[in-house]
Every structure is written in C-alpha cells, then in structure tokens.
C-alpha cells in the first residue's frame, strides 16, 4: 500500500527505439502508398526479434516508474484468487459440464492456477477427482487445452493444445476410464472441430504448412481429414480439399441418430455452403445441400433422413428450418420456428428439445421447444445477462447452461428439461462485494441518427462530475454481439473506481444481420462513428472527461481503437488497441486474413475501395505533428490470426509522427498469440500493466490500493 499525497503524476520521459526506414511503395489504381516499415512483417528476422527486445525494454523501463504498479498487480491477484468454473477459452466443445461413463466432467480453476483443470465427480459422493492438469505441459504455462471431446461411446477422450498462443493445434487422445494417453496424435491441425465417427477414429481441419513462417504465411486451403484409431497420422485420409474447389475454413459435424457426416465450407467469416455424406469412408464424394455463401447455414441437429438448420436465409434474424436429405430442394424446405423481432444468438437440441437462445436489446433471452416448432416454456434467468450452453449428454434428461452478467460471475445451471426447473450447480464466491455496483443500459444517438445501445457498469451513487476515471470497451464487427458478462476487466476497473461502458456498436450482432451489414465494407465507417458517439455521450452525459476516458478493444476491436484515435485523437485520453488488425491494405495477405474481406473489402478490388480502406486504415492515417492519445499497443510474437506486423508498424508510425508528452509505447508479449491459451498469471500481467499505464497517464489513483 502507498499513499496517495506521495503520486506526482509527472510525465515519465521515454527515448523511443530508432525504428529504421526501408522505403517500399505499392500502388493501388495509380495511387502510390509507402510502407517503410515493412521489414517489421518478417517475424524470422533476428532484426526484428532485436526490435521486440528494445520496444520492450522501453515499454517496461516506464511501467516500472510508475510509483503504484506493484500494487495494482498485487490487486489483481487478490481479486483473481477465487475458485471458478470457467470453459475452455477458444473451444466450446465443453463449455459446459457432460456426463459420461456414469462421471460429471468439467473445468475448475481453484484460484490463481494458470489454466483450469479437467475434474470428474461421481454423483453420489460429490468426490472431485482431476484427470487432466494442462498446467504440467508447459513450465512457463504457455501450453493450453483449445479443445476437448469424447467419444461418442464414451471409450476416448481427444484433447486439442495450443502452444504459445498458436492456432496451430496438436491434438492427443486419451483413454478415457484411464486418461492415460493411447498413443495417437495429430500434429499441425487449426481451425478445426474434433468430430469422432463412433469409437472409431475422427474428424478434423487443417492447412498445408505454408511456404516461409508458418505464423504469417498466406493459409487459404482448409481441407477435412479422417484419422483412424491406431494409425499414424501418415496414414490420414484427406476426405474434402484435395481436389481443385478451394475453400479456406471447413468444419464438419455429425449426429449419433443420423448416417450422415455434415461439412461447413466457407470463403470468408459470413456465408457459408454445407455438404453430407455418409459417414463410412466407402463414400467418397460428398452430396450438395447448399450452394453458394450468401447466407448462414449450421445444422443443429439431424435424425435419419432429416436435419434442422439455423440460417438467416430470408430473415436476417434468423429462423430454424427443417430439410429432408431425400428432396433438398428449397421449395421443400419446412420452417420450424420462424423470425422473430428479437435475433437468435445460437441453437442447441439436447435431451429431445431445441434450445434457442436470443437476444433482446444486447440481453439474452433463452425458449425451449419441441423439434414440431412448438414452444414448450421461456426459460426463466436470474436476471439481465448473458447465457451459454444448454448442453447435456445421452445419459441424462438434464442439461447445463451458464448465466453471467458484469456482475454476476461465470455460474453454471443444472436444467430438468421436463419439469422446467433450474438449480445451481456450481458458482464462485467472489472475494468482493459486487452488489455495491449497478448496470444501467442507455441508447444514444450515433452521427447518422441511428439509435445505439450501451451499457454502463458504475458504483452505486457514482457523482456525474465529469471526472471519473471510464472505460469504454467495443468491438463492432463480424457479426459478433457483446451482451452482458463477467470479466476481471471489468471487475478490477470498477473496484479501482472507475466507470466502464461496453457498446453494442453496428458490425455486431446485436440486431441481426441487417446491425451486421451496416459496418462492413464501405459502412465500416458507421462502426467508428457509433464509438465516437458513445465517447461523447459519456462526456455529455458527465460520466467522464477527455481527461478521464479510456478506450479498448482487441483484434477487430484493436482496429476500432486505432481507427478512433486516429480520426479523433482529442477525445480520448488512453487508447488500448490489442492484437488489432491496422493495416487495411495488407491484411489479406497473412494467414488466414483473406477471409475478413466480406467484412472489411480488399484494397486490390478496386480504386473505390482501395480509396475507402486507405482513408482511415489506422497505420495509414497517423500524422505528422499531431498529439496523440497516450497509447500502449499489446500484441503477441506468436499471434498468427492477426500477425503483429500489424500493431509493430503502427507504434512505428505513431513513435516517429507523434509530438507531446502522452508516451506511445508497445507490449509485446513473446510466446504469446492472439489471446486464446493464454495463462493466467500471463493475462494478468498484461491487464495490469495496462491499467496502470492508464490510470497513470489519466492522473487518477486507483481506489483500493491506498493506505
């Protein structure tokens, strides 16, 4: 603890690493557009890697100036240190707890640990019993579970790792009465489902490693693999993609009452075909039962000759259809439930009923009905937040859902799907007192007239006087809706009594496609005018200050960010862009990048669009002369989804064109990626030092760490 008469918040000086020009120029249309920091893409380089180092040396050099940061961190780790029970962070396979060989199994954090641990518990005597401890991969706990299923018959259990951040995955399987390893493993899997054909062996998605890094390269045929148990992965057949139809993302799925396996295939993020076929490996050629990538089509569940299909195929809300694989024709597809005003945000069928989970204005509503389309009963939710799951397993007439709000934690519910009743089945006791907080949602007007919902988290009796240290966190694209949940984000800013605000800007999913559509491409505009919008309502409104107002976002969030403060840089005090996309004429060109461009266009398809990128692609649009927000750009060295070429040039371009006292600084964290598997002590790490780093430079001291 320090007292706060001794913080001076005097400015900290920073010398920026010299960051070296190698003039190349592209040109778009007859436009010629510079790029001098282009070396920065090669992540092989030992130019670069010493570049990380003095980026970070500087970067950590000013944290540790800043007089309270060891008690910030300190803060953390109390808050943090309670036991939970969290899913697998970037795999949903067992989101929720599943009853298999006579055992409840799923994820417990017991406080601090760096990633959550698989238990089982037998039923009768609630004895808990850890079969899986991701923590003994790795020394530093880099390594992380992504993914994890079992058989269907229950006699193997295949998990998926990350390493380092990586979306490139091992997966390994296990026995699953014993969960001692049996011997198989598939190395260099990404972006895939694990979908197992009985006991016998399983499904799953890769790419060809790439020529040059297999971190940035150019990634954009996905192709569906079988591996047989017992085998080595050698001998794999490759059941979709070897032929010439291209596709970059296919993922498959399948049915224990259907003969059926399913394949997704998709060019991009939106829009998508589907193919069947069975799911013996005699068949070979899979049947057509969509084409073309206009709409969303998963199926939810499938029995004999027919399938039920969530799809926003003439309603941009979405609706459930029922096909028969015998007649697929259009005109005979028959609709289950129809659109509604609310948009349905997923679709599960567990225990003989569907499960459709909606949103109302950003907040989930969830109904449960029979596979006729008929509601069976609105399933009541302890209050205004978020829900996930509605899973179960062959062995029960119960399914598992999750409720959360910003301040409500992570609780996991136990449903009876006949008599309609919830109970808990496990939920965290927090190590603070969250009834003194309130949730208020509002709607303000954005630059175009369109009403724009937000949330705002605040202390009960909070004085609007405009001073008042505020977060605002947004992400608007991909069809992606933010609706009320638990985070430590949120629950460390607000115990260090500070205001956040979470909007549901256009590019999400919060009002259906129609929400989505209007933030893509040449209306990717209205995304950032909607933040900026919120930026000064709650300036308006007092709520903040320019003085006092951070603003957050990661990955297409990280663009929203650097777009925001490039385009108002006197509105914001603190920006933090993480892993963010910034450079909108390149960013097809890595990995898998070529797939966003439904969202965001492509600078070579035309001079309208090449026009429209360039004009607020955040790397292209720092100036010369101009003070900036204090900034701290967060990235990873093993980020392959949004390579850190992106945030690397940009603190380049902002740490040389910059003037005024606000630090530009970038955190790079090595062995780190896109944000999935990382551990705990890791992502604490990093929030704290971005919070410290805020705070500092918004001259306010943060509550609860004072003597």
């Not at 998963?298 to 969530?310: D, K, M, R």
């Not at 209306?523 to 107002?549: C, G, M, P, R």
Request: net charge negative; with cysteine.
């Amino acid at each position: 603890m320090i007292s706060v008469s001794a913080i001076k918040f005097n400015p900290i000086p920073v010398k920026y690493p010299k960051t070296k020009k190698l003039p190349a120029v592209d040109n778009y249309f007859g436009t010629p557009v510079a790029d001098n920091y282009r070396w920065l893409e090669d992540d092989r380089s030992e130019e670069t890697a010493e570049w990380v180092k003095s980026q970070n040396d500087v970067t950590f050099n000013y944290l540790k100036q800043i007089p309270f940061r060891t008690q910030v961190r300190e803060r953390f780790n109390e808050l943090a240190n309670f036991e939970s029970y969290s899913y697998i962070r970037s795999g949903y396979r067992l989101s929720m707890p599943v009853k298999k060989n006579g055992k409840i199994y799923y994820f417990k954090n017991s406080g601090l640990q760096n990633h959550a641990v698989l238990v089982a518990v037998d039923p009768e005597t609630q004895q808990e019993e850890v079969v899986l401890d991701p923590n003994t991969f790795s020394e530093d706990g880099t390594t992380s579970i992504s993914d994890l299923v079992f058989s269907p018959g229950g006699k193997y259990v295949s998990y998926a790792i990350s390493e380092g951040g990586s979306d490139w995955r091992k997966i390994i399987v296990l026995n699953a009465e014993t969960f001692e390893p049996i011997g198989d493993v598939v190395e260099d899997a990404k972006f895939t489902e694990i979908t197992w054909k009985n006991d016998e062996g399983f499904f799953y998605s890769s790419y060809d490693k790439p020529d040059g890094s297999e971190l940035s390269a150019m990634t954009d045929r996905h192709k569906l693999y079988y591996h047989k148990i017992g085998t080595l992965q050698e001998s794999d057949k490759i059941v979709y993609g070897a032929g010439n139809q291209k596709r970059r993302y296919v993922s498959s799925s399948a049915f224990k009452d259907s003969p059926y396996l399913f394949l997704s295939a998709a060019e991009s993020t939106s829009g998508n075909e589907l193919y069947f076929r069975k799911k013996n490996l005699t068949d070979l050629e899979f049947n057509t039962l969509i084409k073309g990538f206009e709409n969303d089509y998963t199926v939810i569940h499938a029995a004999g000759e027919l399938c039920y299909v969530y799809t926003n195929y003439k309603a941009p809300n979405g609706r459930i259809i029922k096909i028969d694989l015998s007649n697929s024709d259009k005109d005979k597809w028959e609709e289950v439930l129809s659109e509604r005003d609310e948009v349905i945000l997923s679709a599960t069928f567990e225990a003989g009923y569907i499960f459709v989970q909606y949103l109302e204005h950003a907040v989930s509503k969830v109904y449960q009905y029979r596979l006729t389309g008929e509601k069976v009963r609105e399933i009541g939710l302890p209050g205004i937040g978020s829900t996930d799951g509605f899973f179960g397993s062959d062995e029960s007439n119960e399914v598992y859902y999750s409720f959360e709000s910003f301040t409500s934690p992570f609780t996991i519910y136990s449903f009876n799907v006949e008599s309609g009743k919830s109970k808990v089945f496990r939920k965290p006791q927090l190590k603070v007192d969250i009834d003194k907080y309130e949730t208020k949602q509002v709607f303000y007007l954005s630059k175009d007239g369109t009403r724009v919902p937000m949330f705002i988290v605040s202390k009960k009796g909070t004085r609007l006087n405009g001073n008042n240290p505020t977060l605002l966190y947004g992400y608007g694209g991909f069809n992606v809706s933010l609706s009320p949940y638990f985070s430590l984000r949120w629950l460390t800013w607000l115990d260090m009594g500070g205001v956040f605000a979470l909007a549901n800007i256009r590019g999400g999913g919060e009002y259906g496609e129609a929400w989505h559509k209007a933030g893509t491409q040449m209306k990717k505009q209205n995304v950032f005018d909607d933040f900026i919008a919120a930026a000064e309502y709650l300036q308006e409104e007092k709520y903040t200050s320019d003085e006092k107002l951070t603003i957050k976002g990661g990955s297409n969030g990280g663009l929203l960010v650097g777009a925001c403060m490039t385009q108002r840089p006197e509105l914001f005090k603190v920006t933090l862009p993480a892993v963010g996309v910034l450079d909108m004429l390149r960013y097809h060109k890595f990995t898998a990048g070529a797939g966003w461009i439904v969202d965001y266009g492509c600078a070579d398809s035309s001079k309208a669009m090449f026009d429209y990128l360039h004009n607020y692609s955040p790397i292209h649009n720092v100036q010369e002369g101009v003070q900036y927000p204090a900034t701290m750009v967060t990235t990873g060295d093993h980020d392959d989804r949004v390579v850190p070429a992106h945030s690397f040039k940009f603190i380049a371009h902002l740490q040389d064109k910059h003037k005024g006292e606000n630090p530009v600084l970038i955190r790079i964290e090595t062995k780190g990626g896109h944000g999935a598997g990382k551990s705990t002590m890791m992502y604490l790490d990093e929030l704290a030092d971005e919070y410290t780093f805020a705070f500092y430079n918004m001259k306010a001291f943060p509550a609860n760490i004072a003597k």
